[in-house]
């Protein structure tokens, strides 16, 4: 079987049938996701990590149950998805799950998605000139998203203010923060980008490493060993909680800490840290009150678009770890774009020309190099009388 998608404004693009992986949780999915598979998904609002997620295993195309892009804010996950050349077949309901199980081969026609031969569910395929203008138009309403984020962070600002004003009760923890610096690394946008700019950094200074749930797999991927993870445990790989970081699981005020059970059955020792607010702000306070002497922070949540993607309604707590903390934090967020060196073909002309005058010099300057060359052009003309001999 063949695939087809055709999409307004973009050629009709022809791949073999393949092999579909369903998961309602993208982040779980892309761990067993394979180049050429279709992701069907069932993701409303397709966040921008989301996004780059699927994008790096590089599926044929995408199925997503639910809408990739609602128009309640402007999310940029399906737009990043769609410019890179992958598909989205968009609000194809929840009979896809009900049609389809794990490993059945699908083909796409239009905007319909068979297996063997048989209807399993329709859709829309996005194009970016729609993506574009829902995006337009969820800017318009992104004012009253500001309003209602505000005043949500200012009710919760009372019930979190301890964040601020009372010490923290730490758990036993072991790893050294005292005197050094701590790089905490967050499963965010370009969080890869940045960590690779960093590399200068990490050589030279050796901060402690800290995870925040799937920031410990970027780590690894890079070949950092994570010195702590933090977090809830669900979006990080079991290869990574065995690699001897210390574990951290993050509880709630209400006493649950559902990734102790993960860690558990995994039989690999832990503690809780029962806090508000999100894991990214434990690993700040945790860092900061054990001495750390700066924090760094690549890939965090800073901004109002961030926290909709994470479906958060406030930042209160965030707020006020960030107050705490203060001077010692240093959002590295982005740097991967501040400086990009870029080489120009002026620039290896330069060099070569530079390498030419200082051969010239040794040559004028060296009598044993121009008896040498001198050798070596009498040897070139006796051979080249010898050949001319021969013919």
Request: aromatic share 6%; hydrophobic share 45%.
């Amino acid at each position: 079987m063949k695939t087809e998608v055709r999409t307004t404004g973009q050629p009709g693009v022809e791949t073999e049938g393949a092999v579909a992986r369903l998961d309602k949780r993208t982040k779980n999915l892309v761990k067993r996701l394979r180049p050429g598979e279709v992701a069907v998904i069932d993701h409303a609002d397709i966040d921008q990590v989301s996004a780059e997620s699927l994008i790096e295993c590089r599926p044929a195309f995408v199925v997503n149950a639910a809408c990739s892009i609602t128009g309640r804010y402007p999310n940029l996950g399906p737009l990043t998805i769609v410019a890179s050349g992958i598909g989205i077949l968009d609000e194809a309901g929840e009979r896809v799950f009900e049609n389809l199980v794990e490993g059945d081969r699908v083909e796409l026609v239009g905007n319909s998605l068979y297996s063997n031969g048989e209807l399993v569910s329709r859709g829309t395929m996005l194009t970016l000139e729609e993506i574009e203008l829902r995006i337009e138009d969820s800017k318009a309403r992104l004012g009253k998203h500001l309003g209602d984020f505000a005043a949500n962070t200012v009710e919760l600002l009372e019930a979190e203010k301890a964040i601020l004003l009372e010490s923290v009760d730490l758990p036993n923890l072991t790893t050294i923060f005292k005197g050094r610096h701590a790089l905490i690394v967050v499963r965010g946008h370009d969080h890869k980008k940045d960590l690779l700019a960093l590399r200068p950094y990490i050589r030279e200074m050796r901060p402690v490493l800290v995870a925040v749930d799937g920031g410990a797999d970027a780590l690894l991927e890079l070949g950092y060993k994570p010195r702590m993870i933090i977090g809830d445990m669900d979006s990080v790989s079991d290869a990574a909680l065995g690699c001897g970081a210390e574990l951290v699981v993050h509880g709630y005020q209400d006493g649950r800490a559902p990734g102790k059970r993960r860690l558990e059955a995994l039989e690999i020792d832990s503690k809780v840290f029962h806090y508000p607010g999100t894991s990214e702000d434990i690993a700040m306070l945790i860092a900061y009150e054990k001495g750390a002497e700066l924090i760094s922070m690549v890939g965090g949540h800073t901004n109002l678009i961030d926290f909709l993607d994470k479906d958060r309604k406030g930042m209160a707590s965030t707020f006020l770890v960030r107050l705490r903390v203060g001077p010692a934090l240093v959002d590295a967020k982005g740097i991967s774009k501040l400086y990009q060196a870029r080489v120009k073909w002026w620039h290896l002309m330069l060099m070569v020309l530079a390498a030419l005058v200082v051969i010239a010099i040794v040559i004028v300057l060296s009598e044993p190099v121009r008896q040498f060359i001198s050798v070596m052009a009498m040897r070139v003309q006796v051979w080249l009388m010898k050949l001319q001999n021969l013919f």
